[in-house]
């Protein structure tokens, strides 16, 4: 798995002090994209929470999810997480360190007062002695929330920083890109009143390693659990990866739950959404726990076209850190089909700019504070692609494409109706379950002449770098 140390800076760590009209809680950013460019430490918002102990709630929970493994828990996490400023709204999110829950905290207008509400994105410092401080936060007494420094100080910071220097794997910022791209093929499955989802959630099993996953079913105002995916059926593998909600439980007025289509017996993601006063906080977990989200696949087909590539960069002077992206606007203004805007996302959010809000049913605009060109440069099987495309190893045709191994091997690429499939072991294992293998992507990529396709960024993908990387997974992390 390829790591780098990520340089987090603040002016001094986020602390929640006493103060003679109540309490404040002062959130410190680090770097961060904002509408006029890079800033150092952007500040997103001063008022006041209309919900002190919810929102604090929330926002550990957000930490927990940053600071777990829930695949090899032994494993140390930590990362600060990402704060959004969209105008109407604070988004917080966070990725578990084995890459399987992706948690996210929207703290709406109704749960915001007295202040105005930038945009931009970047990282917040969340430290145990805040934590701690949080934990013991027990009435609901006024509490001033600055995200960002202290309005004298904004255009004074020049002294010494904070620094905390932590692991930033490749395969957390893919999990963003492929959260996004899952979450968008979710409908609602099922919405519970509170005292039932307080019920069920305290009910559920702690599953172990081994476990086949379990499948819950609306019946009557609440769920039941079921071994097998019928009808309506919603998965749910490793239901200790829901133990962050218990935080906020008690203040739960309901409970969502969003999925796709349960199809055959493969387990598959699902989000679970807290609805909370003026704020909502959701998990979303990849279809098994010992899986991460990085390895789903779901971006391959955006990143292997140039058409997508193309529309992206237009798309994105668009987006104008929108809470709400909405596909029809975008496409008048744009003049492009709603399909290719579309597409555009997709492309846009394997560099994490733009999220997927399973409420609203709509993508939101952020701008991840890390070098999220990494996603594309260094996903697997899209390097491996490229290798064979400019080995020569694909030949086409009709609806037929034949890739040459290195070994000799030949595997045979059919598409019927738009759908590839392979005669290689990723295909018989997956089906397509987890995206196009690579010689199916090499396939696609050879019919629309996307060989020697320059990225956004202007590198070819993989460019000066070794393109023999294996496919699959690593040890002591879930499957990515």
């Known amino acids: 798995m390829t790591r780098s140390l990520h340089a987090l800076a603040y002016a001094r760590p986020s602390a929640l002090e006493s103060a003679p009209d109540g309490r404040r809680l002062g959130l410190e950013t680090s770097q961060g994209a904002t509408p006029t460019g890079r800033q150092d430490h952007p500040r997103f918002f001063a008022g006041f929470l209309t919900s002190p102990q919810i929102a604090s709630a929330a926002l550990l929970a957000v930490a927990d999810v940053a600071a777990a493994r829930y695949y090899q828990p032994q494993l140390r996490a930590s990362l600060d997480p990402v704060v959004t400023g969209n105008g109407d709204r604070l988004r917080f999110e966070s990725f578990s360190g084995c890459g399987g829950v992706y ?49 004298l100080a904004v255009t004074t910071l020049d002294g010494s920083v904070v620094e905390k220097k932590v692991p930033l794997p490749d395969r957390w910022l893919r999990g963003f890109a492929e959260a996004q791209v899952i979450a968008a093929g979710f409908e609602l499955r099922a919405e519970l009143p509170a005292a039932e989802a307080v019920r069920f959630l305290r009910a559920l099993p702690r599953a172990g390693r081994g476990r086949p996953p379990l499948w819950v079913v609306p019946a009557g105002r609440g769920l039941r659990q079921t071994t097998r995916p019928v009808p309506g059926a919603v998965c749910l593998p490793g239901p200790e990866r829901l133990v962050a909600l218990q935080r906020v439980l008690r203040h739960a007025t309901a409970l ?10 493969e387990p598959a993601s699902a989000a679970w959404e807290v609805v909370l006063p003026g704020m909502r906080l ?24 140039d058409e997508a590539g193309e529309d992206a960069d237009l798309i994105s002077v668009l987006l104008a850190w929108e809470p709400r992206i909405d596909v029809a606007d975008l496409a008048a203004s744009s003049g492009l089909p709603p399909e290719r805007v579309r597409a555009a996302l997709v492309r846009l959010g394997t560099s994490g700019r733009v999220g997927y809000d399973t409420a609203e049913a709509a993508y939101f605009h952020r701008e991840l504070p890390y070098d999220a060109h990494r996603v594309e440069r260094h996903n697997p099987r899209l390097r491996s692609a490229l290798a064979l495309l400019r080995a020569g190893a694909v030949a086409l045709a009709g609806e037929l494409g034949t890739v040459t191994a290195a070994d000799g091997h030949v595997h045979r690429v059919r598409e019927d109706r738009g759908r590839l499939s392979c005669t290689c072991q990723w295909w018989a294992e997956y089906r397509g379950g987890r995206g196009p293998c690579k010689h199916a992507l090499a396939v696609r990529m050879a019919r629309r002449g996307a060989a020697d396709a320059p990225r956004a960024d202007g590198n070819g993908p993989g460019a000066g770098e070794d393109t023999t990387v294996a496919v699959g997974g690593n040890a002591g992390e879930a499957r990515g």
């Open 103 to 151: 948690a996210r905290l929207d703290v709406l207008a109704a749960g915001l007062d007295g202040g105005e509400i930038g945009h931009g994105t970047t990282n917040v410092d969340v430290n145990d002695p805040l934590r701690e401080a949080l934990s013991r936060l027990g009435t609901d007494d006024p509490l001033h929330l600055r995200v960002g420094p202290e309005e």
């Open 282 to 305: 959701t998990l979303t977990l990849s279809p098994e726990a010992s899986r991460g989200f990085s390895g789903e696949g779901g971006v391959l087909e955006a990143l292997a076209t």
């Open 256 to 265: 969502r739950i969003y999925g796709p289509a349960a199809v055959g017996q």
